[in-house]
């Protein structure tokens, strides 16, 4: 994004004045933001029209006084493409294009969508085939429907591929406080990584959700979660497209790539991007860091009015790692002085209700409880219906514990059990006094585990550096490309530092020279791009103690390979000393996915290698510790820490070993197609790679 669309940008997000192109739709769109409070000038542009729906009409974009900073087009396709050229030659800050029938149709689409781009130049252009841009810091809704939302003070920013998934968000009877909310369409200029990066400049933003069809600019948006890590602005991401099925409407809705989940999982583990798995956690989570206001860590003081409730807390703490340090003895005997004597003095805390409604006797209950090194406090209340006349007494604790959590200078929270027993009035007192209203204990415990976890993953991640990587994005390559034997391969590999066999390269005749000269055992294999799969071809013998042994050895591979590839000749051999049997043996590969990553697989390796499916993905490039980290999150790392009393490996040499393919892969990114080391055979005492496979396009 270039410095002259940046700053149109945040003309966009902060406009002094707005402009609607179209017809009676555009006009209802300005009359909302009118009565949404918007203070700044505004026009509506019709060439048919001296007024529509009361609104006067201004007949063309040249006649406009000024460049608009912000400008909605609800026009067809062809139109929308002159449009946006009259407003960048006024000198318009952005637009929202609201058509669609671009990239996400095809051929055609995509040649129209470059000519919409090419005709934004410097104007920051939001679209095609998008809802628009609703902006509650400034009453500015450039939308083409009605939305739920109103002005706020601060909050989160939403940006999503589907505008009826940001329609519904505005609608939601969950009190969400949204910043902004962008629907990005086509990403055809302005994606998720570019918004992200300018909104992440914003103050008043406190997190930054993502609904994700696929991202366009991993790069980008690696720099821009990177940043938001450093800040300290948590992102949450609901990442849809995983099937199969999935994938393929993302193509056909937007025009995104899917891309492998895995990779997307890699990618967001890398950037402390906090993913959730549905709508509900994706507000709740987004609700638990609205205020800005994050926890430390995982500990919780709990607080209920029922044993029932306590129970929940409880089975959902421990759920979501979430911690709940007992009491002392002062808080109890505290605590003994005001609750009755059937009241259980531990946390979670169930104060009863015999002190229900009871000002002074709640205050000592709080100010007892929340003298306390926990991180965070929580409080299970559930609001009766407005027609019992009961709902005094739950506002008056309310207010009470927004009162104490500020004495204390505590991070809190309120859950209800059932979702839709927190009423809005409730939320939103909570909210303007900083403190989350989560809705259902079982998502409201799972949304905080995820934001009170959010400070110490972050600062892990930042000391361990990867994240401030730009990860590789590989363009594609035709062909199949040059498949290299497993001689290549490895001296390939070997002059970055990876080690192996001590070994030669000769022909099936001389062999046994080849072999007195490097001495016994060996192992003997068949040399031949043809022959990437050497075992099930018969072309490795293994433990080869002495010339006869290596000879028959010879005439059996030479005719198990005329049977089982009859075209491929037997001209060369390898011979490498026998190596010592390992404490493990992993794979470790990269994958290339096309316009996403490169990705190093680490996992387990040998024959088990699929049985198994015991893996790590690391976007590459990485560095040292993250690889130590993916090593020792396997499921079998503790055959690499001294299982049952054997050795433990030597993880300094694994390391390096692992590094050498990472780094041979960086430096070769532009044709690498496929690599694997399998096995990679991991001792007390060092590291050795037996095969390799490498095979490159034409870049």
Same mark, same amino acid.
């Given at each position: 994004?270039?410095?002259?669309?940046?700053?149109?940008l945040?003309?966009?997000?902060?406009?002094?004045?707005?402009?609607?192109?179209?017809?009676?739709s555009?006009?209802?769109?300005l009359?909302?933001?009118?009565?949404?409070?918007y203070?700044?000038?505004?026009?509506?542009?019709?060439?048919?029209?001296?007024?529509?729906?009361?609104?006067?009409c201004?007949?063309?974009?040249a006649?406009l006084p000024?460049?608009?900073?912000a400008?909605?087009i609800?026009?067809? %396709?062809?139109?929308?493409?002159?449009?946006?050229?009259?407003?960048?030659?006024k000198?318009? $800050? $952005?637009?929202?294009?609201?058509?669609?029938g671009?990239?996400?149709?095809?051929?055609?689409?995509?040649?129209?969508?470059?000519?919409?781009l090419k005709?934004?130049g410097?104007?920051?252009l939001?679209g095609?085939?998008?809802?628009?841009?609703?902006?509650?810091?400034?009453?500015?809704?450039?939308?083409p429907?009605?939305?739920?939302?109103?002005?706020?003070?601060?909050?989160?920013?939403?940006?999503?591929q589907?505008g +009826?998934?940001?329609?519904n968000l505005?609608?939601?009877?969950?009190?969400?406080?949204?910043?902004?909310?962008?629907?990005?369409?086509?990403?055809?200029?302005? $994606?998720?990584?570019?918004?992200?990066?300018?909104?992440?400049d914003?103050? %008043?933003?406190?997190?930054?959700?993502?609904?994700?069809?696929?991202?366009?600019?991993? =790069?980008?948006?690696?720099?821009a979660?990177?940043k938001?890590?450093?800040?300290?602005?948590?992102?949450?991401?609901?990442k849809?497209?995983?099937?199969q099925?999935?994938?393929?409407?993302?193509?056909?809705? /937007?025009?995104?790539l899917?891309?492998s989940?895995?990779?997307?999982?890699s990618?967001f583990?890398?950037?402390?991007?906090?993913?959730v798995s549905?709508?509900?956690?994706?507000v709740?989570?987004?609700?638990?860091?609205?205020?800005?206001?994050?926890?430390?860590?995982?500990?919780l003081?709990?607080?209920?009015?029922?044993g029932?409730?306590?129970?929940?807390?409880?089975?959902?703490?421990?759920?979501n790692?979430?911690?709940?340090?007992?009491?002392?003895?002062?808080?109890r005997?505290?605590?003994?002085?005001?609750l009755?004597?059937?009241? +259980?003095?531990?946390?979670?805390?169930d104060? /009863?209700?015999?002190?229900?409604?009871?000002?002074?006797?709640l205050?000592k209950?709080?100010?007892?409880?929340l003298?306390?090194?926990?991180?965070a406090?929580?409080l299970?209340?559930?609001y009766?219906?407005?027609?019992?006349?009961?709902?005094k007494?739950?506002?008056?604790?309310?207010?009470?514990?927004?009162?104490?959590?500020?004495?204390?200078?505590?991070t $809190?929270?309120?859950?209800?059990?059932?979702?839709?027993?927190?009423?809005?009035?409730?939320?939103?007192?909570?909210?303007?006094?900083?403190?989350?209203?989560?809705?259902?204990?079982?998502?409201?415990?799972?949304?905080?585990?995820?934001i009170?976890?959010?400070?110490?993953?972050?600062?892990?991640?930042?000391?361990?550096?990867?994240s401030?990587?730009?990860?590789?994005?590989?363009?594609?390559l035709?062909?199949?490309?040059?498949?290299?034997?497993?001689?290549?391969?490895?001296?390939?590999?070997?002059?970055f530092?990876l080690?192996?066999?001590q070994g030669?390269?000769?022909?099936?005749?001389?062999?046994?020279?080849?072999?007195?000269?490097?001495?016994?055992?060996?192992?003997?294999?068949?040399?031949?791009?043809?022959?990437?799969?050497?075992?099930?071809?018969?072309?490795?013998?293994?433990?080869?103690r002495?010339?006869?042994?290596l000879?028959?050895?010879?005439?059996?591979?030479?005719?198990?390979?005329a049977?089982?590839?009859?075209?491929v000749?037997?001209?060369?051999?390898?011979?490498?000393?026998?190596?010592?049997p390992?404490?493990?043996?992993?794979?470790?590969?990269i994958?290339r996915?096309?316009?996403?990553?490169?990705?190093?697989v680490?996992?387990?390796?040998?024959?088990l290698?699929?049985?198994?499916?015991?893996?790590?993905?690391?976007?590459? =490039?990485?560095?040292d510790?993250?690889?130590?980290?993916?090593?020792l999150s396997l499921?079998?790392? =503790?055959?690499?820490?001294?299982?049952?009393?054997?050795?433990?490996?030597?993880?300094?040499?694994l390391?390096?070993a692992?590094?050498?393919?990472?780094?041979?892969?960086?430096?070769?990114?532009g044709?690498?197609?496929?690599l694997d080391?399998? =096995?990679?055979?991991?001792?007390?005492?060092?590291?050795?790679a037996?095969?390799?496979?490498?095979?490159?396009?034409q870049?």
């Amino acid at each position: 994004m270039s410095q002259h669309i940046r700053d149109n940008l945040k003309r966009l997000l902060a406009p002094r004045h707005l402009a609607f192109v179209g017809g009676r739709s555009m006009a209802r769109a300005l009359k909302r933001c009118a009565e949404g409070g918007y203070q700044g000038q505004m026009w509506l542009v019709n060439p048919q029209h001296d007024s529509l729906e009361g609104v006067p009409c201004v007949r063309s974009v040249a006649e406009l006084p000024c460049g608009p900073d912000a400008v909605f087009i609800a026009t067809n %396709r062809e139109l929308t493409l002159t449009c946006v050229a009259e407003l960048a030659a006024k000198g318009a $800050g $952005g637009a929202i294009c609201y058509a669609s029938g671009f990239a996400e149709t095809g051929a055609q689409g995509q040649a129209l969508q470059d000519q919409l781009l090419k005709a934004a130049g410097d104007m920051a252009l939001l679209g095609p085939n998008c809802y628009g841009l609703l902006d509650y810091l400034h009453s500015s809704a450039l939308w083409p429907v009605a939305h739920g939302g109103k002005t706020v003070e601060k909050g989160v920013a939403v940006l999503t591929q589907s505008g +009826n998934f940001a329609y519904n968000l505005s609608m939601s009877d969950r009190s969400l406080p949204v910043a902004y909310m962008a629907s990005v369409g086509n990403q055809a200029q302005l $994606g998720i990584a570019e918004l992200m990066d300018v909104l992440l400049d914003e103050p %008043r933003v406190t997190a930054i959700g993502l609904h994700l069809e696929g991202l366009k600019n991993v =790069p980008g948006f690696a720099r821009a979660a990177h940043k938001a890590l450093e800040k300290g602005i948590p992102i949450i991401a609901l990442k849809t497209g995983v099937s199969q099925i999935g994938a393929e409407l993302a193509l056909s809705h /937007t025009s995104s790539l899917a891309g492998s989940d895995a990779l997307y999982d890699s990618l967001f583990d890398r950037l402390g991007v906090i993913r959730v798995s549905g709508p509900v956690s994706f507000v709740e989570t987004l609700k638990a860091a609205a205020c800005g206001n994050l926890p430390a860590g995982k500990s919780l003081i709990a607080l209920a009015c029922s044993g029932g409730d306590a129970g929940l807390i409880a089975d959902y703490a421990e759920r979501n790692e979430l911690s709940l340090p007992t009491l002392d003895e002062s808080q109890r005997a505290e605590l003994d002085q005001v609750l009755p004597s059937y009241a +259980n003095l531990v946390n979670p805390l169930d104060f /009863t209700t015999a002190i229900w409604g009871d000002r002074e006797a709640l205050d000592k209950m709080l100010d007892s409880a929340l003298r306390t090194e926990a991180d965070a406090a929580v409080l299970v209340l559930d609001y009766p219906s407005e027609a019992t006349g009961e709902r005094k007494e739950c506002d008056l604790l309310l207010e009470l514990y927004c009162a104490a959590l500020a004495r204390h200078g505590k991070t $809190g929270f309120v859950t209800s059990a059932f979702p839709e027993l927190l009423p809005a009035s409730a939320r939103e007192r909570l909210h303007a006094r900083g403190v989350a209203a989560l809705q259902g204990v079982e998502d409201g415990l799972a949304a905080w585990g995820r934001i009170a976890g959010y400070q110490q993953n972050r600062q892990a991640l930042l000391a361990l550096g990867e994240s401030a990587l730009v990860p590789i994005c590989p363009q594609a390559l035709e062909g199949e490309g040059q498949l290299l034997d497993e001689w290549q391969s490895k001296q390939a590999l070997r002059a970055f530092g990876l080690p192996t066999p001590q070994g030669l390269l000769s022909t099936p005749s001389d062999a046994l020279t080849a072999a007195n000269s490097l001495g016994y055992p060996l192992v003997l294999k068949a040399v031949s791009a043809q022959l990437p799969h050497k075992t099930e071809a018969g072309a490795v013998a293994l433990n080869l103690r002495d010339a006869q042994a290596l000879s028959d050895a010879l005439e059996q591979m030479r005719a198990r390979i005329a049977d089982y590839a009859p075209g491929v000749p037997f001209d060369h051999v390898l011979l490498e000393r026998m190596a010592t049997p390992p404490l493990a043996e992993l794979i470790v590969g990269i994958k290339r996915e096309t316009h996403f990553g490169l990705a190093l697989v680490i996992g387990a390796g040998g024959i088990l290698v699929e049985l198994l499916q015991d893996s790590r993905s690391l976007l590459l =490039p990485t560095n040292d510790g993250a690889i130590r980290a993916a090593l020792l999150s396997l499921r079998s790392a =503790p055959l690499l820490q001294g299982f049952r009393g054997r050795e433990a490996a030597d993880l300094d040499a694994l390391v390096a070993a692992i590094r050498a393919v990472a780094d041979y892969a960086c430096e070769n990114a532009g044709q690498l197609l496929e690599l694997d080391v399998n =096995p990679l055979l991991v001792g007390a005492d060092g590291t050795t790679a037996v095969d390799a496979l490498i095979r490159l396009g034409q870049a």
